[in-house]
């Protein structure tokens, strides 16, 4: 069996070897091999793909026998273009440098450490105590959840510890565990924009969710508000949002989600149709809040188990997609009269 690592996967050929206890042969591919058919020949039918993307256009498509995404979205994936006799799994694990990427926004947007440590110097000291600004705090201060699943709740037990009020809106989740203080159904959305200091995308993308956040959503917030997006940048409308932090609607934002990714090694494309990254109340990072040193090593090893499991006949974990029945041949009639 071929392991196959596409794009930015093959950076951790090692680590998942090093996890795998099923000898296999692993093989990185380029970026461009989630999309174009001119690598398929290598690819057999028992063999795992592991990419973050894949599609084909072209109606061809290679057969194999698993599909593991290293990450939990799926909008990178043309389901359409999977083998039928494929399973499809993801992973999660992001969950925790998340929720403390989004802990942390939250405290800088409060305290503006980078302000209060840029104010200090020595010369001006007695004159800097004198007139010190105080900063805010997130105690007593309400998070909105947009999601409820497995981000949200990390992030809501960690604000919670802070003492703040939160909120949730999500279509599935039923049980709050204690950490909102409520569950809202999706057509109540307004009314948490409208409390929230802090609104946190954690939903994934879908049809449903592309362009939840519009104008009319982002005028019920406050005017202090604090959109963070940690989920995907479609889910909030890119010319209202822009429009919104430009005006003022809004307080700000903490973007770290983009419209725009390159596909190829050598492409160079825009995250945005708009510079959100020169309006003095926009925070912009680079994809990077689950992005941590220890994150690779958690997903690959449960990439890993996977593999193994699927050599040893077991059932997938993070199963998204069964592979179709096979279909056998009919059977034919073989009696006489």
């Not at 063999?47 to 290679?62: A, C, E, H, I, T």
């Not at 809040?289 to 990439?303: D, G, H, K, N, Q």
């Not at 997609?321 to 096979?326: E, K, V």
Request: aromatic share 8%.
């Amino acid at each position: 069996m071929k392991v196959f690592m596409i794009g930015e996967a093959a950076n951790h050929k090692d680590k998942l070897g090093a996890f795998l206890t099923t000898p296999c042969e692993i093989i990185p591919l380029p970026r461009e091999a989630a999309h174009s058919p001119d690598f398929d020949s290598a690819i057999a039918a028992d063999d795992v793909v592991v990419s973050l993307r894949f599609s084909r256009n072209d109606g061809s498509v290679p057969d194999f026998r698993l599909l593991h995404v290293p990450g939990a979205g799926l909008d990178g994936i043309d389901m359409a273009s999977l083998p039928s006799g494929a399973s499809l799994c993801n992973v999660f694990e992001h969950e925790i440098p998340i929720a403390e990427f989004v802990m942390a926004a939250m405290l800088n947007w409060e305290i503006r450490p980078d302000a209060l440590r840029g104010s200090f110097a020595t010369d001006t000291w007695s004159d800097v105590y004198r007139a010190r600004v105080p900063h805010g705090e997130i105690h007593g201060l309400t998070l909105g959840l947009i999601g409820f699943g497995r981000i949200g709740r990390t992030i809501a037990r960690r604000a919670a510890a802070f003492g703040m009020r939160i909120l949730a809106v999500d279509q599935f989740a039923a049980d709050s565990d204690g950490l909102a203080e409520a569950i809202l159904p999706p057509d109540r959305l307004p009314e948490m924009l409208a409390q929230s200091d802090f609104v946190v995308i954690a939903c994934p993308l879908t049809d449903e969710t592309r362009g939840l956040i519009g104008a009319p959503e982002l005028a019920a917030m406050k005017p202090t508000g604090v959109l963070i997006n940690v989920s995907r940048a479609p889910i909030a409308d890119e010319e209202a949002l822009y429009d919104a932090l430009q005006s003022r609607t809004i307080g700000g934002a903490v973007l770290d989600v983009w419209y725009g990714y390159p596909a190829g090694a050598d492409d160079r494309v825009a995250p945005a149709r708009f510079r959100f990254e020169d309006l003095p109340n926009a925070v912009c990072t680079p994809h990077s809040s689950a992005w941590t040193t220890r994150l690779p090593e958690r997903r690959y090893a449960f990439i890993a188990r996977n593999i193994d499991r699927l050599t040893a006949g077991e059932p997938l974990l993070n199963l998204v997609r069964a592979p179709a029945p096979a279909v056998l041949p009919a059977r034919q009639n073989t009696s006489f009269p």
